[in-house]
């Protein structure tokens, strides 16, 4: 059973920043796609980034281009997402998934407010 444990979430102000961090085991990390997705109160969840097994390719939704970057660690099990320049409608729980072992991690709240 993969396991997906995210951190590093909570509560920023508009234009702050805060880096998310999904530590996996139980899997051999390095050979396998991850996505990070996120759900804010009352809607759909949605896909926010993917990266490949190496990191080389990443893909964005349009609403964080420029803004969030992911990247990972395949040495540390970890893939992450750095966000820049967050704005009140990032807040949501964010969520890492391994599509390929349909698994996903137990989300970590990112809130920005003033």
């Known amino acids: 059973q993969v396991q997906l444990v995210e951190s590093g979430g909570g509560l920023v102000q508009p234009g702050g920043s805060l880096r998310l961090s999904c530590a996996a085991s139980?899997?051999?990390?390095?050979?396998?796609?991850m996505r990070w997705y996120r759900q804010a109160l009352g809607k759909e969840r949605e896909l926010v980034a993917q990266i490949d097994d190496d990191g080389v390719s990443k893909n964005y939704a349009d609403f964080v281009k420029g803004r969030f970057t992911i990247s990972r660690d395949n040495a540390k099990n970890t893939v992450y997402l750095q966000m820049n320049n967050l704005k009140p409608e990032d807040t949501a729980v964010y969520y890492c998934?391994?599509?390929?072992?349909?698994?996903w991690g137990q989300g970590t709240q990112v809130t920005v407010s003033s």
């Open positions: 139980r899997i051999i990390f390095g050979t396998y796609a």
């Open positions: 998934y391994n599509p390929s072992r349909n698994s």
